[in-house]
């Protein structure tokens, strides 16, 4: 099969290589669609992958087209996954959607889920035209929240209200001018500290991304200064979800799409060839949802 493989100096090369042997129990995925995320960037400056990619779409042996959340080897043409990591994809949700989903869906549904966000309640949404924040943004919406979404773009601004957004802050600008139950935060950075001051009373915060860095310790401090609040502040990383509850989420995000509550949002797409395009693309952060790589 052809492959991505990182060759020293981190370079990227697609060439072929032996099909992957899977393990007892393991499933041979045949790949179609492939997410490109900032997860994939990580692994590559730690040097921990050989063929990166953590997220494919594709067919197993019966036929079934599945999502396989796996820990590396997703940039090919065939990837193994463990049986607990498959995701079944129904027919009329074509591959690249299906993986425009995928890691994000199931981050921005267990994000907003952890908040127990309810009707009628004020959601903010920090990353709000990445990946997981398109997402995250449309689910909110979805369970009766008014939500305000964060972007650095007027026009961003104008594709999340299509996406359920009732209020846009563009950052580069200003900032929130009011305060909320709820605070989904794909971001980060030193700036969680003034959006903590946000929470209003019984405020729920999930940090589930770090795109702005690793906040220093006190930018928490106003959870202890806003004690009379009784603020809650969740992290939240997927790794943690058992796999039950993974497909739990799953079914729930294809609820909401059969619905018509929910689509998946593509940025751009890239054959595999182009793989390294499609990173430095990520890297950019300018992208509106998701990158995703197709075969074939
Ligand atoms: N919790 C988990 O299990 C999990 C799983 C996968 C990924 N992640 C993490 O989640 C984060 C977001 O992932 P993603 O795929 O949504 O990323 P993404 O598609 O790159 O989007 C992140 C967005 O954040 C905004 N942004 C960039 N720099 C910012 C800054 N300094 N301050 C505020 N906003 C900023 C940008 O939008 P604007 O410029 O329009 O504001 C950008 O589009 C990443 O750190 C990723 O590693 C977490």
New binding site residues.
């Given amino acids: 099969m052809k492959a991505v493989l990182v060759e020293p100096q981190q370079r990227l090369v697609l060439s072929e290589t032996p099909d992957p042997a899977p393990g007892p129990g393991q499933a041979v995925v045949e790949v179609e669609a492939i997410g490109v ?3 994939d960037i ?1 692994y590559l400056r730690d040097g921990a992958t050989s063929v990166p990619g953590v997220e494919v779409v594709g067919r197993v042996e019966s036929g079934q087209r599945v999502l396989a959340l796996i820990l590396s080897g997703g940039y090919a043409e065939q990837a193994v996954a463990d049986p607990d990591q498959l995701y079944p994809v129904p027919q009329n949700l074509d591959s690249a959607d299906a993986v425009a989903l995928g ?2 869906a ?2 921005a549904e ?2 907003v889920r952890r908040a127990a966000v309810v009707p009628g309640e004020r959601v903010l949404v ?9 997402l995250a943004t449309q689910i909110a919406h979805a369970r009766g929240a008014e939500v305000t979404a ?4 007027a026009e ?1 601004g104008e594709r999340l209200r299509t996406l359920g957004a009732a209020k846009i802050v563009d ?2 600008r200003e900032r929130p001018g009011e305060t909320y139950d709820v605070i989904i935060d ?4 030193p ?1 969680v500290r003034e959006h903590l001051e946000l929470l209003r009373p019984n405020g729920r915060y999930v ?7 690793v906040p220093e310790m006190e930018a928490f401090a106003p959870l202890m200064a806003n004690f009379h609040n009784s603020s809650t502040l969740f ?7 058992p796999p039950e509850e993974r497909r739990k989420s799953w079914d729930r995000v294809l609820k909401l799409v059969e619905d018509g509550q929910l689509s998946a949002v593509r ?1 751009r797409t890239f054959p595999l060839a182009e793989a390294v395009a499609a990173l430095q693309h ?1 890297e950019h ?7 995703v790589l197709l075969n074939g």
């Fill in positions: 995320g900032y997860v990580m890691v994000n199931l981050v267990g994000a920090r990353g709000a035209s990445g990946g997981i924040g398109v964060v972007t650095s773009s961003y950052r580069t794909t971001a980060a950075g700036q940090l589930c991304g770090g795109t702005a860095g992290t939240f990383s997927l790794t943690s979800v940025d990520v952060g300018k992208s509106f949802g998701k990158v």
